[in-house]
């Protein structure tokens, strides 16, 4: 049994790069072919053996938590109709009872502090932390890929891709002493460095896995870049006392938090389904002179 059960998901954004869709759905709950952002997220999860589910949440997303719970009626409908495909897809929506929950943060106060509101939640286990907006197609999912890793290595551990240097400052930057493998011993992390400085061009995407010490550094830092409560800064803190391991995952990353990140990903998951492919593929290659739209 997997020695990480525990995921939160920081799902408390508004999504302004997404409005108007964003102005009654939760950006989480954006259709990535035919399943919500969250949904992506949660699978990935669950491939690594988590069985309780953290969502930090915020006003207006009451939806996350509707998607995630039993559909009855629907479901006796599709049952009375004979939709057996129908009803083998709501199966991913649903959860154990008392698997999931969700709690509410009030101030977007940055990634560390969601992370923090989870922490009588969490204990005193490892845990993992998944950001929904970075999506990664790989069969066997990042996270699954991390928890083997963090059973060697322990500490915390971060996921990380190599990116230009040119795009470094869009980052946070592992800062690498040893590389072995998929693995790099880190001195620490710099968030967002310009490109002639950057420590490294391995840039850390949203997967996490944190050691519960994490909370005590998150309790004594004050507000960071923004005036929020960085994440990052917690984890250089604790540097010294738990170490930390970049781990560079095997699959492809989309940024689904922009609208250029989730059309790309919306088309590599089409090309990557049996069913859409080759239908999807002949489309895309006709469209040589693609329509202008009217505004």
Do not use: W
Not at 25 to 41: G, S
Not at 196 to 224: C, H, K, M, N, W
Not at 254 to 259: A, P, T
């Amino acid at each position: 049994m997997t020695h990480i059960r525990t995921a939160v998901f920081p799902v408390a954004g508004m999504g302004t790069r997404f409005l108007p869709a964003t102005k009654s759905i939760p950006k989480e709950m954006l259709p990535l072919v035919d399943r919500p952002l969250i949904q992506y997220a949660v699978d990935e999860a669950r491939k690594a053996g988590i069985e309780e589910f953290i969502f930090v949440s915020a006003a207006g997303k009451g939806a996350l938590e509707d998607y995630f719970d039993t559909a009855a009626a629907l479901e006796m409908q599709l049952k009375a109709k004979g939709k057996t495909d129908a009803l083998q897809a709501l199966a991913p929506t649903r959860m154990p009872e008392g698997a999931l929950t969700i709690l509410r943060q009030a101030q977007p106060l940055g990634l560390g502090h969601a992370v923090r509101q989870a922490k009588r939640l969490v204990g005193d286990t490892p845990f993992a932390v998944l950001l929904p907006d970075d999506v990664i197609l790989h069969e066997t999912g990042t996270l699954a890929q991390m928890v083997e890793a963090h059973a060697d290595q322990g500490g915390h551990m971060v996921a990380t891709m190599e990116v230009p240097r040119a795009a470094v400052s869009s980052y946070g930057v592992l800062d690498v002493s040893q590389q072995k493998g998929r693995i790099a011993q880190a001195r620490g992390l710099v968030e967002k460095p310009r490109p002639d400085v950057a420590p490294s061009t391995q840039a850390i995407v949203g997967r996490y896995i944190l050691e519960p010490s994490i909370f005590e550094r998150l309790d004594a830092l004050g507000p960071g870049a923004g005036g929020e409560l960085q994440l990052t800064d917690a984890i250089n803190a604790d540097v010294e006392t738990a170490g930390v391991t970049g781990y560079q995952f095997a699959g492809e990353r989309f940024d689904c938090g922009s609208v250029q990140g989730f059309v790309q990903a919306t088309a590599a998951f089409a090309m990557a389904r049996g069913d859409l492919s080759a239908e999807f593929s002949a489309f895309m290659a006709a469209r040589k002179n693609p329509l202008k739209m009217v505004a």
